[in-house]
Structure formats: C-alpha cells, structure tokens
C-alpha cells in the first residue's frame, strides 16, 4: 500500500509542472489527499487538499489561484497543477492520505530557477 509521486523538475520562473500522485494497492476514492512540499531545513508545510469525490479543496494561500488539485478516482490519481512557478516554489513535494496517513514517500523535487 503505497502513494507515488511523480512529474517533478526543473522549469523556468513562470512555468508549469503538473505533479501525479498514484495510489498502489489501494482504492484513493476513499480518502482525502493532500500535497505537502518541503525546503531542506524547514517543517513540511501544507500546499492543497481535495476531499472525497472533490467536493472541497483547500489551497496554502502561497499557492491559491496558480495550482490546482484534483483527482481521477478511475485513474486511482491525483493531480497537482503548478503555474506561474516561483523560486519560492522550490521544494520537494509529496502526497499523502487521510484518514490513515501512511509514511511519507520519496517525494517529488521540483526546482524553480532562471
């Protein structure tokens, strides 16, 4: 049972990315999912959440109005898309599950630079 992240990398300040969060051996449907992101040094900090069946999402206000979060429950997915990148946006970034957060993944690095 596992969450793997993906779609990380090096892009230009104004960019996209859009992150993928695959759900192994479990069914996301039933869980709300989050994104998380981290600076070497620094807490984890919340980016968005997206509830059962996307009924609520709740953004970082860091990121409100360039990233959105959702889901494909057929693709047992989750999605983060990132525009309007900032240097500030640099960090690794991981998913997770609740209720029943499992251990934290390897993340995925996304790297904000001219």
């Known amino acids: 049972v596992q969450l793997v992240e993906s779609g990380g990398g090096s892009v230009q300040p104004g960019g996209s990315l859009r992150l993928s969060c695959v759900a192994s051996?479990?069914?996301?449907?039933?869980?709300?999912v989050v994104w998380f992101r981290q600076v070497p040094g620094k807490e984890r900090e919340l980016v968005a959440r997206?509830?059962?069946?996307?009924?609520?999402?709740v953004y970082a206000d860091s990121v409100k109005g360039r990233f959105t979060i959702s889901r494909d429950d057929a693709k047992n997915t989750v999605y983060l898309q990132m525009n309007s990148l900032k240097p500030g946006d640099t960090a690794v970034y991981y998913c997770?599950?609740?209720?029943?957060?499992?251990?934290w993944g390897q993340g995925t690095q996304v790297i904000v630079s001219s």
């Open positions: 051996r479990f069914t996301v449907s039933g869980y709300a």
């Open positions: 997206v509830d059962r069946g996307a009924a609520t999402t």
């Open positions: 997770n599950r609740f209720p029943e957060p499992m251990r």
